[in-house]
């Protein structure tokens, strides 16, 4: 069995790269796809703490993050959807009606 | 031992190199398809790190449903074709460099500030570890409340999004 630190560590790159996906991508269905990144890299950390104390509870985190993630891409999702037809665009840069 | 490793780091490549891909592809479908890659390899540590039943539900729910329907958003919308240009040309060497700390620190606490366990004395698991039956006498017993409130939550989702999509219509 190898180091938990190769998971937890690759979990950590993931994630990074999820964080800046948010920050570099315009678009906001890629935006969302890097969120959706980085709660998998989460949940590869979960499990395999789970596997390290050899207890089930990090695998049913893990389910219930995808139970609220399927929640999140639901909403989230219709959300975009209403606001390109408001808006007829999906580029964050131009929805910008709330600056000052 | 050495099959784990190169097994480990195959898999991690792939992980890296399709996450990388989401991030730099022009097209929000090859997005998509990246991050199904992406997932489907996490699923396959899932099966390492002792979760079928984990393993078999990130397939199902993620590259499954939630993959789908971010599919379908993009077939609906058309906006598979993406913006190049940058309004600010100083936020991708920030954000860059904000990861790269960000990493740097992640690094730090992981391989300096701990020692590194080793999983070597936990080798054997208990036969049904992970498994379907494992998962669901822990969800049902322990977790009870958190999974009525699981419940309500998606059902909660479901509603507004009928409703979100209804007032759009007016």
């Known amino acids: 069995m190898l180091p938990i630190t190769y998971y937890v560590g690759l979990s950590a790159v993931l994630f990074i790269m999820g964080a800046l996906g948010v920050l570099i991508r315009r678009n906001l269905i890629v935006i969302f796809m890097s969120v959706e990144l980085m709660l998998n890299a989460a949940n590869l950390a979960f499990v395999a703490f789970a596997r390290y104390y050899q207890t089930m509870s990090g695998q049913v985190f893990v389910f219930f993050v995808m139970a609220v993630a399927a929640a999140e891409v639901a909403v989230g999702l219709s959300l975009i959807v209403a606001i390109y037809r408001a808006r007829r665009t999906v580029n964050v840069d131009d929805l910008s009606e709330m600056k000052g | 031992m050495t099959l784990d490793v190169i097994l480990f780091f195959i898999l991690a490549l792939i992980a890296v190199a399709s996450a990388a891909g989401m991030l730099l592809s022009k097209n929000a479908v090859h997005a998509a398809l990246f991050l199904v890659v992406n997932f489907a390899t ?4 899932y099966l390492i790190l002792g979760g079928p039943f984990i393993s078999m539900a990130q ?6 449903a939630i993959m789908v329907l971010f599919l379908f958003v993009i077939m609906l919308l058309g906006v598979e074709k993406l913006r190049g240009e940058d309004k600010f040309p100083w936020q991708i060497p920030t954000a860059v460099v904000l990861a790269v700390a960000l990493l740097i620190e992640a ?13 070597s004395g936990t080798a054997s698991l208990p036969e049904t570890f992970g498994g379907p039956q494992a998962i669901g006498s822990t969800l049902f017993t322990q977790y009870a409340l958190p999974v009525e409130i699981a419940g309500v939550l998606l059902l909660v989702a479901m509603v507004g999004v009928i409703v979100m999509t209804k007032w759009n219509e007016e």
């Open chain 2, 59 to 64: 397939i199902t729910v993620y590259t499954g």
């Open chain 2, 107 to 119: 690094g730090y606490f992981l391989f300096f500030r701990r020692v590194p366990v080793d999983m």
């Open chain 2, 42 to 45: 996490l699923a396959v540590f």
